[in-house]
C-alpha cells in the first residue's frame, strides 16, 4: 500500500520540467493496480498548486484521474495528524499524509525531502521519489 504526497501527481501533470514529469509518469506506471491511499486535502492541493503552476485542472477532471486512490476523509485521519504533529512537527499538511500511511499501513512516496524526512521520523518507509526511485522499484518489486 501506498501513499502519494500531491506533488507527485503534479509533476505528472506539469510539463514545465519534463525530467521531473518523466519521472513521475514513470512512477505511476510501476505502481499500476497497487493500492494508493491519499488523505482528502491532497484534492485542494493538488487543485491549488496545479492552478498555480499554470495546469489547466479542474475538481471532476481530477476526480477522474484519481478514481482509483482510496481517500481517506478528516473524520478517519485528523486525530493521528493531530499525534503526529505533536510528535513529529511536520508542516500541518504533511501530517494528514504521514497519518494516512499510518493508519493505512503504507509507506510514502514525497518528491518533498522534508516530508520524507518527517515520515521516517515518524516510522514510516519513505520514499524521495527525485533519488530513490530505483531504490523504491526495487522495495515495490520485492513486494
Do not use: Q
Amino acid at each position: 500500500m501506498i501513499v502519494i504526497d500531491a506533488n507527485v501527481l503534479i509533476d505528472a501533470l506539469f510539463e514545465g520540467n519534463p525530467e521531473r514529469r518523466a519521472l513521475a509518469l514513470r512512477f505511476f506506471k510501476l505502481i499500476e493496480g497497487r493500492c494508493v491511499y491519499v488523505p482528502r486535502i491532497f484534492i485542494v492541493e493538488v487543485l491549488s498548486v496545479a492552478r498555480r503552476l499554470g495546469v489547466k485542472l479542474d475538481y471532476l477532471t481530477l476526480m477522474g484521474l484519481i478514481e482509483d486512490f482510496n481517500v481517506k476523509t478528516e473524520d478517519e485521519v485528523f486525530n493521528l495528524a493531530v499525534y503526529v504533529s505533536e510528535n513529529v512537527h511536520p508542516r500541518a499538511v504533511d501530517a494528514y499524509y504521514i497519518a494516512t500511511a499510518i493508519l493505512t499501513g503504507s509507506i510514502l512516496v514525497s518528491n518533498d525531502r522534508i516530508m520524507v524526512k518527517n515520515s521516517r521520523n515518524a516510522g514510516i518507509e519513505a520514499f524521495y521519489l527525485l533519488e530513490e526511485f530505483e531504490k523504491l522499484k526495487e522495495y515495490l518489486s520485492s513486494r
